[in-house]
């Protein structure tokens, strides 16, 4: 009975057993997800660039690379100084960037990319290193940008729009019929030449032309020219249209040399010469336009005659330069600022047995205001002219010499003008009569090699530089205008 009971009893147990486990369907419990890798942050530099805007006084351009990579090349004109550069970049999202440790702020921080420099560039964990290396672009060379065939050309006066950088020159046309020449203005962009207003706008044959624009890029023409059987100074400017600058000549004597200048505040500069027959004939005259009207604005002091004159205006200030004539032959030069007038030199000549040749002076002020002037003088009885070009510092306040003299016998034609740089660069004509090109040599503090542009025969020698750095040179050969570009062709 006993063992009946013990069978039956692990009999019911095996059944229990079985039907618990058929019974045990429920869905097992999942475990816990595992945590996702984290994705690391995405840093990057996304643009980068030199801009003139953070590099004022070192870079006229801005420089930007296209393609961005690890490794990145940017030329910049070989005169640059690198030793301070302030770059402007664009990061992906919540970069902080580094140099050598310091925290960089784009168009802010300045480096110096004498050597290759590594940005840093990191977000949490994340990093990537941009080396940036500054190269130089090649040495600038001058080019031909074009010959002016559309009209015969008599007489030219070359300035830059100082708003797109961009050359214009204005001329006398030429016409057979001399009573018929008359003022032009054009200019010379994207491979053409574009005219500013209409053919021959003027009513009256116009002698003794000079362009300047204003800091808007408004052009204005000085010209001599017959008003009512009066030869006058008058000036035009465009603004969708040729007008006079007062509605008619503003000098109201009979007038010869002229010359303008036009300052921050638009005010126009108006100098020129008394061609009276009286004891004030070539005595030197000067007003001002703004507000509506003339205003004289005579020099405290200056005495005697004057049969050259050139003004130039940097910001509010506006230069002058003047040949004197007669027994005081020799030159002038005065500033107007702050409302007064300032002689940076009076009657200068470097021995009173010099000669001074009074046919030609050249004038050219950098933005710090250093004066630049270019004229023929000899060194004494019996000898020869030769071209020179005295220097200004507005620091020192000191005239000087810039180099050799240079011997021509051309010397009623030439120019001279400053690069960005602060270099000096005369433009002249040799002994055939063709034109040719010699810059400064800073580092041998004398003038450098010669570029002979033509093997022509050419006249009325114009040199300008751009607030973008290039140059331009403009020139006729017979009657046709030639333009010549001084530039890398890294830039082409």
């Given amino acids: 009975m006993k063992k009946n009971l013990l069978n039956w009893s692990l009999i019911m147990l095996s059944i229990l057993f079985v039907a618990c486990s ?47 990579e690890e490794s990145i090349t940017i030329d910049l004109p070989e005169q640059t100084d690198v030793t301070g550069l302030v770059a402007r970049y664009t990061t992906t999202e919540n970069d902080v960037v580094t ?22 560039v990191s977000e949490g964990d994340t990093n990537k290193i941009y080396t940036i290396t500054v190269g130089k672009l090649a040495s600038a060379i001058w080019s031909r940008l074009g010959v002016f065939e559309d009209d015969l050309v008599y007489d030219i006066s070359m300035a830059i729009d100082p708003t797109s950088s961009k050359p214009y020159v204005s001329y ?29 706008f003027n009513a009256e044959r116009p002698r003794s032309i000079e362009l300047k624009y204003n800091a808007d890029g408004t052009p204005f023409i000085s010209y001599q020219a017959d008003f009512d059987e009066l030869r006058q100074i008058a000036i035009a400017s465009y603004e969708d249209s040729w007008n ?12 010869a040399i002229n010359t303008l200048a036009v300052d921050a505040d638009n005010t126009v500069y108006g100098f020129f010469t008394s061609d009276e027959r009286d004891e004030n004939r070539r005595g030197l005259l000067v007003k001002t336009f703004a507000n509506g009207s003339w205003t004289d604005l005579p020099i405290p002091g200056r005495t005697g005659a004057a ?36 002689t940076l030199a009076d009657q200068m000549k470097e021995s009173p047995e010099n000669t001074i040749s009074y046919r030609h002076l050249a004038m050219d002020v950098d933005q710090n205001g250093n004066v630049y002037l270019a004229y023929a003088e000899n060194t004494g009885e019996g000898t020869e002219l030769q071209l020179k070009v005295k220097a200004y510092s507005e620091e020192d306040g000191i005239w000087s010499t810039l180099g050799d003299l240079i011997p021509t016998p051309e010397v009623r034609d030439f120019d001279v003008a400053i690069d960005n740089y602060g270099t000096a660069m005369l433009f002249y004509k040799n002994e055939t009569e063709t034109p040719v090109f010699l810059p400064f040599d800073n580092e041998v503090n004398n003038w450098g090699t010669p570029v002979v542009f033509e093997t022509a025969e050419v006249d009325g020698l114009n040199l300008e530089v751009a607030p973008n750095g290039v140059a331009y040179a403009a020139y006729m050969v017979a009657d046709q205008l030639y333009l010549h570009k001084y530039d890398s062709p890294d830039n082409n």
């Fill in 244 to 255: 006079l600058v007062g509605n008619g000549p503003y000098t109201g004597i009979k007038s």
């Fill in 172 to 200: 006398i046309s030429d016409r057979e019929d001399t009573d018929s020449r008359r003022l032009n203005l054009v200019g010379f962009s994207d491979d053409a030449w574009t005219r500013v207003g209409a053919q021959d």
């Fill in 22 to 68: 058929s019974d045990d369907n429920s869905t097992p419990i999942d475990p816990e997800p595992e945590p996702e890798p984290d994705v690391p942050a995405e840093v990057g530099i996304t643009s980068f660039g030199f801009y003139m805007e953070d590099n004022p006084e070192v870079l006229f351009n801005d420089y930007v690379v296209e393609t961005i």
């Fill in 307 to 342: 049969i050259v004159v050139t003004a130039k205006a940097i910001g509010n200030d506006v230069y002058l330069a003047v040949m004197n004539f007669g027994e005081l032959q020799s030159v002038s030069v005065y500033k107007y600022t702050n409302g007064a007038w300032v």
């Fill in 99 to 120: 140099v050598s440790s310091t925290t960089q702020e784009s168009g802010v921080t300045a480096n110096d990319f004498s050597g290759s420099v590594e940005f840093l």
